[in-house]
């Protein structure tokens, strides 16, 4: 899929597979590019309505597959 080394390579979903590079979550495509960086804390796999993202700062997001987000999420502590 890429010739880099990461840590983590999930299975490809939604042309959309999850890797991590050091501590960080980002998206590969399916030539093994990164389609949106590693700069999340915790990532999930795409589905039909995107992925899950948190960031840095603790906030969860719905990402689409070119990294845009489409909803934010609040959690209480």
Do not use: S
């Amino acid at each position: 899929m890429t010739k880099k080394r990461y840590r983590y390579i999930g299975q490809m979903n939604e042309r959309r597979a999850v890797f991590q590079d050091g501590m960080d979550y980002g998206y590969l495509d399916e030539k093994g590019q990164e389609a949106i960086p590693a700069i999340y804390k915790i990532a999930t796999d795409f589905g039909n309505e995107g992925a899950v993202v948190q960031t840095k700062e603790g906030q969860f997001l719905l990402l689409d597959t070119t990294g845009k987000m489409l909803h934010t999420y609040r959690f209480r502590k």
